[in-house]
């Protein structure tokens, strides 16, 4: 599973080279961010239910046309995946949270999904929304510190990103880059 740890080894290891000081300032600075991250992990998992079903119920409401026959909410059914799919994500910010970088996204979310979505012609504002709402919803120091929510928002943002079609690919590379040195709120 990649992390700041695991990518900076890869890369040094690859190169026959010892970590280089800025390599070893990036691992610092996620060790440094690792309480804030659990923190935010926490929370999440405390608050997984709520989390998911504002998020799925944000969607929607911005988008009510996903309820009319045909559409992807036209049946119970189709308006629990949406439900679990938001939930999935969440599950995978978690593991990111715990790990310290954007590899259970990376290797079991974004990709996939794209695939997916693309093959299946389903639109991706609709979970932008949902995510959109868990990120804005999210308020410290009632909902955590400012430092948990700094990573959680983070996240949530490579995740809107990823989703965002005229933003995919490389954009999304390069924001992992951003993440990967300072979290962004």
Not at 80 to 108: A, Q
Not at 145 to 155: M, R, V
């Amino acid at each position: 599973m990649k992390s700041v740890v695991t990518t900076v080894v890869t890369s040094a290891d690859a190169s026959g080279r010892m970590p280089s000081q800025s390599d070893l300032e990036s691992v610092q600075g996620s060790i440094q961010r690792a309480q804030a991250r659990l923190e935010a992990a926490d929370k999440i998992t405390s608050g997984f239910d709520a989390i998911v079903r504002e998020a799925g119920d944000a969607c929607f409401s911005k988008y009510p046309y996903l309820r009319q026959a045909g559409e992807a909410g036209d049946n119970q059914g189709k308006v629990d995946k949406c439900y679990r799919d938001v939930g999935h994500y969440m599950r995978l910010i978690n593991y990111c949270l715990v790990v310290g970088g954007t590899g259970p996204l990376d290797e079991w979310g974004i990709a996939g999904a794209r695939e997916v979505y693309r093959t299946l012609n389903i639109p991706t504002a609709p979970y932008v929304a949902a995510f959109a709402q868990a990120r804005d919803r999210g308020c410290a120091p009632r909902d955590m510190s400012a430092e948990a929510l700094k990573e959680y928002k983070a996240l949530l943002s490579y995740v809107i990103e990823s989703h965002t079609p005229s933003r995919r690919g490389a954009s999304v590379s390069r924001f992992f880059h951003g993440l990967r040195m300072v979290c962004v709120p």
